[in-house]
């Protein structure tokens, strides 16, 4: 087993600050310049992250048997989460759906960032190499930066998505 905790810890690192700006949004009301703000810098941030990380760390883990499973579960839930980040994006930040749909967007999505945290991390460490802890190093840096960049606010509501 190689040591690999830099790279958990920076997910980790990336987590708690979604953690913090989901605390944020909870703790606005209505269509404000402070709920808007907050909810890009969100969305832009998870969906780097979700990028940047299937391409270093899930990208990887597909190559070891043990862990398909986990880490096909990971990236489904993310596409789920991106379908419900445009849906949030597509809904009027005033009407009381858009806070409903913000709860339960929140709700699965720390429950997503727990069981990576809790479960998954610790289980694909065990199957790292070196090699592999610096290639994640290395492509979710520059992955999440370029990812960052390029991410965007995509509203479109759940029902179309699902077309």
């Known amino acids: 087993m190689t040591d690999c905790?830099?790279?958990f810890d920076r997910l980790e690192k990336d987590h708690d600050r979604h953690r913090a700006l989901l605390d944020l949004i909870e703790d606005t009301h209505g269509a404000s310049d402070?709920?808007?703000e907050h909810f890009e810098k969100l969305t832009l941030d998870?969906?780097?992250h979700a990028a940047a990380e299937e391409q270093a760390l899930y990208s990887t883990m597909l190559r070891k048997p043990p862990t398909t499973g986990d880490?096909?579960?990971s990236v489904a839930e993310h596409h789920e989460l991106d379908e419900m980040l445009n849906d949030l994006a597509a809904t009027d930040m005033s009407s009381s759906a858009?806070?409903?749909k913000f709860k339960e967007f929140a709700h699965r999505y720390r429950h997503h960032i727990d069981e990576e945290e809790d479960e998954h991390f610790?289980?694909?460490a065990q199957h790292l190499t070196d090699a592999d802890a610096r290639y994640m190093r290395e492509v979710f840096e520059r992955r999440k930066s370029d990812e960052k960049a390029k991410a965007e606010i995509t509203p479109e509501k759940m029902e179309d998505a699902k077309e």
């Open 34 to 36: 402070e709920r808007s």
């Open 71 to 73: 880490t096909r579960h």
């Open 122 to 124: 610790p289980e694909f």
């Open 46 to 48: 998870i969906k780097a």
């Open 98 to 100: 858009w806070l409903t």
């Open 5 to 7: 905790t830099d790279i």
